[in-house]
């Protein structure tokens, strides 16, 4: 499903007004009947992912605020460094 010219991402919460939160929707059409049968965000997504794992499994992990790292690492919220291409 397309969320151009509608309000499909801000309906589901996708797009904030900070910008953009990964996430997946998997419908099943039955004649003309559709059902949403799963539904996920954020962290959920990473299944689709080649690096996530990867990084979950390292040393240092992601990096993230929460996460220990040594003084004078770089750390950043979830899902700062994901950017569109248009957004470097």
């Known amino acids: 499903m397309s969320s151009l ?5 801000t309906d ?5 007004d900070t910008g953009e939160v990964p996430g ?8 003309s009947d559709i ?3 799963y ?7 990473e299944i689709l992912s080649s690096f996530a794992g ?3 499994i390292s040393p240092y992990g992601r ?5 220990d790292s040594p003084d ?4 950043g919220s979830p899902y700062e460094r994901n950017r569109r291409h248009d957004e470097y």
């Open 5 to 9: 010219n509608n309000s499909y991402n």
């Open 12 to 16: 589901f919460g996708w797009t904030l």
């Open 24 to 31: 997946i929707s998997v419908y099943l059409r039955d004649g």
């Open 35 to 37: 059902y949403q049968t």
């Open 39 to 45: 539904e996920t965000n954020g962290r959920g997504v």
């Open 54 to 56: 990867y990084l979950d």
């Open 63 to 67: 990096q993230e605020e929460w996460e």
């Open 72 to 75: 004078g690492w770089p750390q």
